[in-house]
């Protein structure tokens, strides 16, 4: 339960940091971020950034034990 719940929080960052360094035009060097056009908008998403906040949010879930 705690990695999906890591997963949600993962994907929230990873989201957001996308987002933010995206739409000023760059790809973020090692995060590696993709505009994906889904229907009439523009997303912005980055793997490399999911995995590693979905790690330290698991991290940080399961200290909280």
Excluded: E, N
């Amino acid at each position: 339960m705690d990695l999906i719940k890591a997963m949600g929080f993962g994907a929230l960052i990873a989201g957001c940091v996308s987002v933010v360094i995206g739409t000023q035009g760059s790809a973020g060097g090692q995060l590696a971020i993709h505009s994906y056009d889904v229907i009439d908008f523009k997303v912005y998403w980055s793997w490399p950034a999911f995995l590693v906040s979905t790690g330290l949010f698991w991290g940080l879930l399961l200290l909280q034990r």
